[in-house]
């Protein structure tokens, strides 16, 4: 089992910059692809970024590709995700999860473990 802890998000101005990020717990981390998803106010859960079990390979949905950066740290057990100019489209909860390296990347279904969220919010 894996249990993930978010944090670092907060109130941001637009066209700022947040870093989040998601402290794994157990040794088989490694064998884990990782992913962020969102969840705005009224809005279904949405794919936001994804990063491989080595952190060789990475994916982004195409609303903030360019702007977004995921990075893992295995030493540490923990997968961060670098957010620059930010929007208030951007506002949501932020959640990380932990899957396997199977099926579409962007499918919350492929997901097995997720942690508690941080929230995000993107001022005008």
């Known amino acids: 089992q894996v249990q993930l802890v978010e944090s670092g998000g907060g109130l941001v101005q637009a066209g700022g910059s947040l870093s989040v990020s998601c402290a794994a717990s157990g040794r088989t981390f490694s064998n884990y692809r990782m992913a962020w998803f969102r969840q705005g106010p009224g809005k279904e859960r949405e794919f936001v970024a994804a990063?491989?079990?080595?952190?060789?390979?990475?994916f982004y949905a195409v609303s903030v590709k360019g702007r977004f950066t995921v990075s893992r740290d295995t030493a540490k057990n923990t997968v961060y995700l670098q957010m620059n100019s930010l929007g208030p489209e951007d506002t949501a909860v932020y959640y990380c999860?932990?899957?396997?390296?199977?099926?579409?990347?962007?499918?919350?279904?492929?997901?097995?473990?997720w942690g508690q969220g941080t929230q995000v919010t993107v001022s005008l």
């Open positions: 999860a932990a899957g396997n390296s199977v099926g579409a990347t962007a499918s919350p279904s492929n997901y097995d473990y």
């Open positions: 990063i491989s079990r080595t952190g060789g390979t990475s």
